[in-house]
């Protein structure tokens, strides 16, 4: 499933990297480049009717290794999230060359880690990342399985080789709590999913402040461990990372004339349009959005038209919208990685009296929780990053309540929400 966003005019596309697989030892990585800040692997590659091979240790595309706790299975089997046992995935629908990299772990076929390797060429420092993907679930395993995760890691070093990528440590590398993909479907029966559909997959994007020296290297990692229940069929999907260096990492002049910026709500969705008179340079236009306008998030990427003297038009639709008002912006990002802001605009959705509505999704202190006449919720929970409960308590029978987050550390959470049946809805939020 792809993002709707469209350019309406002629673009500059982004720079793919894709290799075939090799035995080799002999492993690339993809370069960053002073000019070339942009780097997206869509997975579409992995094969989509027949069984393919990958080998713990070796790289399927250029840059992207795999290890597997259990070596000795060597598969990379094509699934539509109809197959329950343990394995290294392809996933996606029936025959569709739209892929996702998934496994399920288990005592035979062992936990899996996917990592990427990448080369600092910029010539100085690099400072920040934007690491953008999408977390897609292809199977739920059965109604005693809870929420399950992909984990993302980090690690950097002068050495190429110098990254143990094996599941089972975690020495030397730094995890991000904030990329962490959670199963949104649990405690149901085991079955097949739709991974591409909008209630089984979730975009995540963090910026990392890093420091990687020039030509060193950084590996980002995804860990799918083994867990000691029968596992969800979790994958990865719609890669993309951009990075700034040294000299560059700060706003400057918007080397674009932006003519205006609009946002008007469509049905459950936001459509927002943009045009610019000219542009020199420019690579591309991260969306961001805000629930306060002030703490915003990437929400998705449009390539830009590099230099032009035309008037070029964009478009990209939020397709899930927070409820009440949603701030967006729009960050340009330079081909040399330098980058500024627009204006910031808004719009306000109202709320739905059929579905469960938990706002504001950023929060200090408090957080409101509106639920239709039709259901009734017993128990909140809240759940760390790490899956730990760290706060519970009974729900009053008002359709509008809050409760008091203020104890939580800042992070990210995920507020579970129970009926008398057992029913649960989640929501996430992040404690500021």
């Not at 994958?235 to 932006?258: K, N, Q």
């Not at 909140?380 to 308590?393: E, H, N, R, S």
């Amino acid at each position: 499933m792809k993002y709707k966003f469209t350019l309406l005019k002629n673009i500059v596309g982004s720079i793919i990297l894709l290799g075939l697989f090799s035995g080799s030892t002999v492993l690339a990585q993809v370069s960053m480049g002073k000019y070339n800040t942009y780097y997206s692997q869509n997975f579409d590659g992995l094969p989509n009717q027949t069984n393919g091979t990958w080998v713990s240790g070796t790289e399927y595309f250029t840059g992207w290794r795999l290890h597997r706790t259990k070596p000795d299975n060597t598969s990379l089997v094509v699934n539509t999230g109809s197959n329950n046992a343990g394995n290294l995935y392809s996933y996606g629908s029936s025959g569709s060359t739209d892929r996702a990299l998934g496994a399920l772990g288990s005592a035979t076929a062992g936990e899996f880690a996917y990592g990427l390797l990448l080369q600092n060429n910029t010539g100085t420092n690099i400072m920040s990342l934007d690491v953008n993907y999408v977390g897609e679930q292809w199977r739920s395993a059965n109604s005693t399985t809870g929420i399950h995760k992909i984990t993302f890691w980090y690690a950097i070093s002068s050495n190429k080789d110098g990254f143990n990528l094996w599941p089972s440590g975690d020495a030397s590398w730094t995890q991000v709590n904030e990329l962490t993909f959670f199963s949104p479907v649990y405690h149901t029966a085991g079955m097949a999913l739709n991974g591409n559909a909008a209630e089984n997959r979730r975009m995540l994007f963090h910026t990392l402040a890093v420091n990687i020296p020039a030509g060193h290297y950084i590996m980002l990692r995804w860990k799918d461990a083994d867990e000691p229940e029968a596992d969800h069929g979790l994958a990865i999907d719609d890669f993309s990372l951009t990075w700034r260096a040294e000299a560059d990492s700060g706003p400057s002049i918007m080397p674009v004339e932006l003519k205006n910026f609009k946002a008007k709500l469509i049905s459950n969705e936001v459509e927002l349009n943009w045009e610019t008179a000219s542009e020199e340079n420019n690579d591309h236009f991260v969306v961001e959005r805000s629930s306060d306008g002030h703490l915003f998030e990437g929400i998705g990427l449009v390539n830009g038209a590099g230099t032009s003297n035309q008037v070029t038009s964009y478009t990209f639709t939020d397709e899930h919208p927070l409820n009440g008002t949603s701030y967006y912006r729009l960050r340009q990002v330079d081909t040399d990685g330098s980058h500024t802001y627009s204006h910031t605009i808004s719009v306000q959705k109202t709320l739905s009296k059929s579905e469960v509505q938990v706002y504001p999704t950023v929060t200090a202190h408090t957080l409101s929780i509106f639920t239709p006449a039709s259901q009734k919720y017993n128990y909140a929970t809240v759940v760390d990053v790490m899956g730990k409960q760290v706060l519970q308590l009974p729900l009053s029978i008002a359709k509008e309540q809050s409760i008091n987050v203020s104890s939580l550390s800042s992070g990210t959470y995920v507020l579970v929400l129970q009926d008398a049946k057992g029913n649960r809805t989640t929501k996430r939020f992040k404690k500021v």
